[in-house]
């Protein structure tokens, strides 16, 4: 197939969006894992005044992240590689960019990437 006979913008757009989404939850492990182990909270002058919910949240987010941001990724290649499932593989897209944003969504950019990319693979063809 040829790259008009594909949706590459589609493609293009949640690829980043998934490699941001990615990025974003790495950092954002490695803030929760720096926050947890040092112990560090506001000031740091000891645990801060959000302790308290700290230790589970962050790593669950940043979890949900990774796994939105591998699933992204993943959608995104299907869709260039099966471009006659096109609806279905931007529909993961859509989905798992909306569920990245309790993650800090690839710092906003990666879930709108993931999002503009999800509906152009729908509305394809």
Known sequence: MAVGERPYAAFVLSLVGGVLILLGSLVSLIWAS???????????????????????????FSTVGLISGAAVITAALMLYNKPGQAQTWGTLVLVFSIVSLLSMGGFLVGALLGLVGGILALTWR
Do not use: H, K, N, T
């Open 34 to 60: 720096w926050a947890f182990w040092g112990r560090w909270g506001m000031g740091m002058i000891g645990p801060g005044m959000m302790w308290g919910w700290m230790p589970w949240s962050w790593p669950v």
